[in-house]
């Protein structure tokens, strides 16, 4: 069982017999470090599991400082909810700090 399925599993209460229709909709993807994921302007189209590495969220103020709101290690998710939900232009990046599976 994969790291998605036993989450689903434990966290969600997700029955197995469900879980294996839940693992049809989505799909595992390696990303290198410094890869993004969500750019700011963008709207979030995913939720990623980190079944292996690190992502961050973060948001650059007007200054060009950067402002971390959310580290994903592995067995976390992530994304911008905000903009999914609401299909609305992301104010967040995300960004793989290391080699990740997600």
Same mark, same amino acid.
């Given at each position: 069982?994969?790291? /998605?399925?036993?989450?689903?599993?434990? &966290?969600? =209460?997700?029955?197995?017999?469900? &879980?294996?229709? %839940?693992? /049809?909709?989505?799909?595992?993807?390696? &990303? !290198?470090? #410094?890869?993004?994921?969500?750019? @700011? !302007?963008?709207? %979030? *189209? $995913?939720?990623?599991? &980190? =079944?292996?590495?690190?992502? *961050?969220?973060?948001?650059?103020?007007? $200054?060009?400082?950067? #402002?971390? /709101?959310?580290?994903?290690? @592995?067995?976390?998710? /992530?994304?911008? *909810?905000?903009?999914?939900?609401?299909?609305?232009?992301? *104010?967040?990046?995300? =960004?793989?700090?290391?080699?990740? @599976?997600?």
């Amino acid at each position: 069982m994969s790291n /998605i399925n036993e989450y689903l599993a434990k &966290v969600f =209460e997700v029955p197995a017999e469900k &879980v294996n229709l %839940c693992s /049809i909709q989505y799909e595992m993807k390696k &990303v !290198g470090k #410094h890869e993004m994921l969500l750019q @700011e !302007g963008e709207v %979030c *189209r $995913n939720t990623f599991f &980190v =079944e292996k590495g690190l992502l *961050r969220m973060y948001s650059i103020d007007k $200054n060009g400082k950067e #402002h971390v /709101i959310q580290f994903a290690p @592995e067995n976390w998710l /992530i994304g911008d *909810r905000s903009s999914l939900y609401f299909n609305e232009k992301s *104010r967040y990046y995300i =960004e793989a700090v290391e080699d990740s @599976e997600d």
